[in-house]
């Protein structure tokens, strides 16, 4: 490997640090500078905000999350399979069935703790 076979790469980092060197400081040069109370205010799509910025979130909302993600990545595997189904013959299948298989248990086990349940359980015997 050869200096001058990342030349491209070095030229397309130069430019694209460039670039965005470029538009911060073009927009600190020319942009309007005017200060007040309402630009220290954070901005809550377009609503005044509420109840205090530290405020703790459940868990819940944490939990939900990572297992969204989580999942999401998975589906991403999927198309993945998908586009070199043909190629992979027999063993891909197998190999994409033991995948669900597992994908499957592993959101069995998250049903079964209770993470996608939004509202808390109550024992309301009577």
């Known amino acids: 490997m050869l ?3 990342y030349i491209p ?3 397309l980092a130069g430019l694209a640090a460039a670039f965005a060197i470029g538009t911060v ?4 040069l020319i942009g309007p500078r005017k200060s007040g109370d309402g630009k220290l205010d954070p901005y809550e ?3 005044p905000p509420e109840g205090d910025p530290r405020e703790r979130f459940n868990v819940k909302f944490f939990l939900v999350a990572m297992v969204f993600v989580i999942f999401d990545i998975e589906i991403v595997f999927l198309f993945l399979w998908a586009v070199i189904f043909q190629q992979l013959g027999v063993y891909g299948l197998l190999e994409m ?3 669900i298989g597992i994908l ?3 959101f069995a086990y998250v049903w079964k703790k209770g993470v996608l349940e939004w ?4 024992n309301s015997s009577t």
């Open 97 to 99: 069935a033991v995948f």
């Open 104 to 106: 499957i248990m592993a």
């Open 45 to 47: 799509c377009g609503m």
């Open 25 to 28: 400081l073009l927009s600190f």
């Open 119 to 122: 509202a808390s359980r109550t």
């Open 9 to 11: 790469i070095l030229i």
């Open 3 to 5: 200096l001058h076979d």
